[in-house]
Structures are given as C-alpha cells and as structure tokens.
C-alpha cells in the first residue's frame, strides 16, 4: 500500500494561493486526486459537464483516486437539459437538437461510465411546473468548486502520521470544451477544511436569503447569493468596492452592465484607473445556439455603453470567451465590510461565480464568491490579468 501511494505522489501540485487556468486546474486537481488517502473525499461541482475531450478528462480526474474513495459529482439540472436540447421554447429546443445530434445519447453513456466507476453524479435543480420547463431560468445553481478532502487519514492505519492536506477550489469555469479564459484559485491546509465545510453547508441547507458572510481567516470571507430574483449582497458588495476604488481591475463575460458598469464609470469620471477585459461583442462565431441567440442582446448593450462617449478602458478578447468573474480593487480610503476594516490604499480581491451583471440577478442564481486581501493571491491574479491582457492584443 505505502509503495503504491509513494508512487503516486510523484506528480508535482500547485501550491496554496496559486491562480491557476482551465487546463492547469484540471491537471492540479487529477493530480491532488491521484495522491489522496485512500477513504477521502473528492469532489466537484459545476454547472455542466459537455461529452467529448472535457468528459472524458473530468471522468480522468476521478478515475485516479483510490477506489475507496468517495467520488462525488454535483450539476445542475436545468442547465444540463438544456444544454441537450430537451428543456426550453420549442424554436430553442429545435435549433440545439439540429445542432448537437446524438448529444443526449452521448451524456448518458458518460454517466454510465461515471457509474461504472462508483461517482456519484447528483442533478440539483430539477426543473417544476410547465412554466420552468419552457423558460427554464429560475433558480439555477451557478456556483463551481472542487475539492479533495484528506481528513479521514487518522481511520486509516496506513496513512496515521502521514501529512497530506486537504485542498479546495473555487473555480469559474464549468466543464465544457468551448475555448475559455477561466481562473481557479487554490487553498490547502487549515484553510482549505474549513472552506469545504461552509461549501458542503451551502448546498446541505440551501439558504433562501442570502447568507452573511462567513469569516474564514483575516484576509478570507466567503459570500452566498440564495438565488433570490432581483437580490445579490455580492453584486451590492462589488459596487460598494469599485465605488471606493484608486483603481480597478476586472475580468467580464460581457461588457459590464446595469450597477457596475455605472460604478465603472463612476470611478473613471474621478479619475481611478480603470481596466476591463471582455469578450468580444457580437458572439455569433460561439457555436451553442443558446448563446448565438443571445448575440443580438449582447450587441445592443456593447452598443450602448460605447455611445455613452468617454469611459473607461475595455479590451475585448476576440479569439475566446472571458468567463473569469473577478475584480481587484485598491482603496481610496478606509472601509468596513462586514465588522473587517479594510484600509486606504489597500488591495482587495473578490472573485467566485458570479457575473457581476444586473441581468443575471434578475434571473436569480445561486453564487458564491470570495473576499481576500492574501498578498499572494493578488500578486497571481494580477499576473493572470496581465497575461490574459496581453493575449487580447
């Protein structure tokens, strides 16, 4: 047994506070998974999981662990019928089945292979009542995380003494095989354990307001969107920070709209720095018909925002999608966030699933996102931020 885990520790795993892109995400945490305790935990939860390359690879990742294991995968539900064709208006539901035949086929033999392999697939949010089946947008759970916990290593006589630490995620991206820029971002130890407790919490007992934020260590607080239509403490938390901004770095889906992008402007009319990457306008070139149909809506509101006349400065990423969800502020001045002072001059991170978009909290979806200060941790985001501006240009 001791040979056998030795020989899977070989591969090298990022460590605490790492930012890390889509590939090197699923690298790490195939790796993190190959070398777990035996009787751990290994988890993931996304919105969706596309057939083809990206499966095969998610199925990968948990096919390393050991067969003891608890192997367990999260999705949800609405997003997944609709990504297969089978949930929606009927023009919608048509258009995807032309354009991705075989798919429902495809996903189910994938989850027979999960079966088969003893992960436990769970589909949240199941769609109710023939309004949710036709426009099927309430509700969805849009959170990601994965981990693996390694704290059932003192059951274990084998692995008593050992000091392999558990490892968490928070992570934007879902696995699909479109060509995205993403971010995940990596904790362990101490940290790590209790961050897998408040995400296991949230999904153990759904809030149905959005919950306070939780206090992980003097430089962490975790916030929770309940998915309420119309409500978001985080889209109000993201205002409050850029509206007390020097300056402003931001990754975003779309141009930013309603709230932020008039805090956005806001701070650039006083003269903060203002940086946003985005994808570029006008996605007819994405392949999903669901998201070609939301291109004409995307035109408009990038249409908008530039007849606004001066603003701030927005690079537009025209080879891939930006789904990273983050801003990173420096503070004009002192403020408090939930009983945490956070100081003039300071930075401050607050990344997770959420958008930052007014559409999206008309909707109603349940988020989660992080507040941190870690020195570190910015340091790499802002050395991701870099790196994906430059692949803009």
């Not at 309603?258 to 570029?280: C, F, N, P, W, Y």
């Not at 070609?292 to 537009?316: Q, V």
């Not at 007014?358 to 349940?366: D, I, L, N």
Request: charged share 25%.
């Amino acid at each position: 047994m001791r040979s056998e885990i030795q020989k899977r520790e070989v591969a090298r795993t990022a460590e605490h506070g790492a930012v890390l892109n889509k590939d090197q995400f699923l690298d790490d945490f195939g790796n993190e998974s190959g070398q777990a305790y035996p009787r751990s935990r290994i988890h993931t939860t996304a919105m969706i999981i596309e057939t083809g390359n990206i499966g095969q690879r998610v199925l990968g990742i948990f096919k390393r662990a050991p067969w003891v294991a608890e192997k367990t995968v999260r999705l949800d539900a609405t997003s997944q019928l609709i990504l297969d064709g089978q949930y929606g208006l009927p023009s919608l539901r048509k258009s995807i089945r032309e354009d991705r035949k075989g798919s429902e086929e495809a996903y189910a033999a994938l989850m027979n292979e999960f079966d088969h392999n003893d992960i436990k697939v769970e589909h949240v949010h199941m769609p109710e009542g023939r309004f949710d089946k036709m426009i099927p947008l309430r509700g969805r759970m849009h959170i990601k995380g994965s981990y693996v916990d390694n704290r059932t290593r003192e059951d274990d006589p084998v692995m008593r003494g050992t000091a392999r630490e558990s490892v968490f995620y928070l992570h934007t991206n879902n696995y699909n095989n479109d060509n995205t820029a993403e971010i995940a971002v990596k904790y362990t130890g101490e940290v790590a354990e209790r961050l897998i407790d408040i995400f296991d919490d949230t999904f153990a007992h759904p809030p149905s307001e959005d919950k306070p934020q939780r206090v992980v260590s003097d430089t962490l607080q975790v916030f929770v969107d309940a998915g309420k239509p119309g409500e978001s403490q985080i889209l109000d938390s993201a205002v409050g920070l850029v509206d007390h901004a020097e300056s402003v770095l931001s990754w975003s889906w779309m141009r930013p709209d309603g709230l932020m992008a008039d805090a956005l402007q806001r701070a650039h009319e006083r003269q903060a720095h203002v940086s946003v990457i985005t994808s570029k306008s006008g996605v007819q070139d994405l392949q999903k018909p669901l998201i070609r149909s939301r291109a004409n809506t995307f035109h408009i509101a990038n249409t908008l925002t530039k007849l606004r006349g001066d603003t701030y400065h927005i690079t537009e990423d025209e080879s891939r999608r930006i789904h990273t969800k983050c801003i990173i502020v420096k503070l004009d001045r002192t403020i408090v966030i939930n009983g945490q002072l956070y100081f003039e001059g300071q930075k401050v991170a607050f990344y997770g699933s959420h958008n930052l978009s007014t559409k999206g909290v008309k909707a109603g979806t349940q988020e989660m996102q992080f507040l941190t200060t870690d020195p570190q941790i910015i340091n790499n985001l802002e050395v991701q931020f870099a790196s994906d501006l430059t692949t803009t240009l």
